[in-house]
Nanobody, 122 residues
């Protein structure tokens, strides 16, 4: 069974920084594409940043230069470093994976974490 467990959220003042972590288990992590999404109250979930199994990175225009995604395959963990936080960054941040489970290595599926709240006060 695949589990994605996010951590690192919290309440910070505008201009502050946070690092979110997502630890994966049950997943062949090194073969998985990993993504961070966020969902603000009353808004649709949006893709923030992604990193492929080969290390290619993309991020939304709204966060370029402030958000950095990275991965550590030895730790089965993906990170999102967030700098210069703004009140509009307030949202629940979700970890997402597209990859194979350990038990069914040829089948790729989508998995979600439970989310971690980030609140930015002005």
């Amino acid at each position: 069974q695949v589990q994605l467990v996010e951590s690192g959220g919290g309440t910070v003042h505008a201009g502050g920084s946070l690092t979110l972590s997502c630890a994966a288990s049950g997943l062949i992590f090194k073969r998985s594409n990993m993504n961070w999404y966020r969902q603000a109250p009353g808004r649709q979930r949006e893709l923030v940043a992604s990193i492929t199994s080969s290390g290619n990175i993309n991020s939304a225009d709204s966060v370029k230069g402030r958000f950095t995604i990275s991965r550590d395959n030895a730790k089965n963990t993906v990170y999102l470093q967030i700098h210069s936080l703004k009140p509009e960054d307030t949202a629940v941040y979700y970890c997402n994976a597209y990859g194979p489970q350990i038990e069914t290595s040829s089948i790729y599926s989508i998995f979600w974490g439970q989310g971690t709240q980030v609140t930015v006060s002005s």
